[in-house]
């Protein structure tokens, strides 16, 4: 099994749905990231969090809310989606400082 | 707030023959790390190579290799021998220490046959 687990791999919704994106790792990471890439944008930080009960708005959270279930689940939410939040989400966990995330594998959303 | 500039959306190479791809970055801090990080079609993010901004000596994994210019903030990485599935994304990334990780926009890289 992969470290971090990301649900689905890919999802088409409506504009107004709920959607949820599921993330879970096996690393023992405290630290765990949600991000989402855009071509030409690279990859820019949604939310984070340090531990359960540490939960932290990145550079783009609007639209978006977290949460974190367990060390090891890190939910991301669409409350109402709208096309322009079609783009590739990562999840990724941390633990050393200095050293590079683990990643998920990603999942595809598209919302028409 | 620190910020990663990647100034080649594209780039292609031939098979066997090397390539520099660049990355500058902005900082204040004198303590960080730098990542390349490769993202083929499969879309798996995958790390190449690390720099911790307190060593001079630049980093090397096999046929990857950076060359760090701390004074310069710039941090590019050379594939020598390219091959076929080199063909990727690649991303340059800034941290420092247990802080979240600041990406460049990108550079494809195509490797011709």
């Known amino acids: 099994d992969a470290d971090v687990t990301q649900t689905p791999r890919n999802r088409i919704t409506k504009t107004g749905k709920r959607i949820m994106l599921e993330c879970s790792q096996t690393k023992g990471h405290d630290r765990m990231y949600w991000y989402r890439q855009d071509p030409g944008l690279g990859l820019r930080l949604i939310y984070y969090s340090f531990d359960v009960k540490d939960i932290n708005k990145g550079e783009i959270s609007d639209g978006y809310s977290v949460s974190r279930q367990a060390q090891a689940k890190f939910s991301l939410s669409l409350e109402s989606a709208i096309p322009n939040q079609t783009a590739l989400y990562f999840c990724?966990?941390?633990?050393?400082?200095?050293?590079?995330?683990?990643f998920g594998s990603g999942t595809r959303l598209t919302v028409v | 707030a620190q910020t990663v500039t990647q100034s080649q959306p594209e780039m292609s190479v031939q098979e066997a023959e090397t390539v520099t791809l660049s990355c500058t970055y902005d900082?204040?801090?004198?303590?960080?790390?730098l990542f390349w990080y490769k993202q083929p079609p499969s879309r798996q993010m995958i790390l190449v190579i690390r720099?911790?901004?307190?060593?001079?000596q630049n980093a090397t994994e096999n046929r990857f290799s950076v060359n760090f210019q701390k004074a310069a903030k710039s941090f590019s990485l050379k594939i020598s021998d390219s091959q076929l599935g080199d063909a990727a994304m690649y991303f340059c990334a800034y941290r420092r220490g247990n802080n979240d990780m600041r990406f460049g926009a990108g550079t494809r890289l195509t490797v011709k046959p």
């Open positions: 900082t204040s801090e004198s303590d960080y790390y």
């Open positions: 990724a966990t941390s633990d050393s400082p200095g050293y590079g995330y683990t």
């Open positions: 720099q911790e901004a307190y060593k001079q």
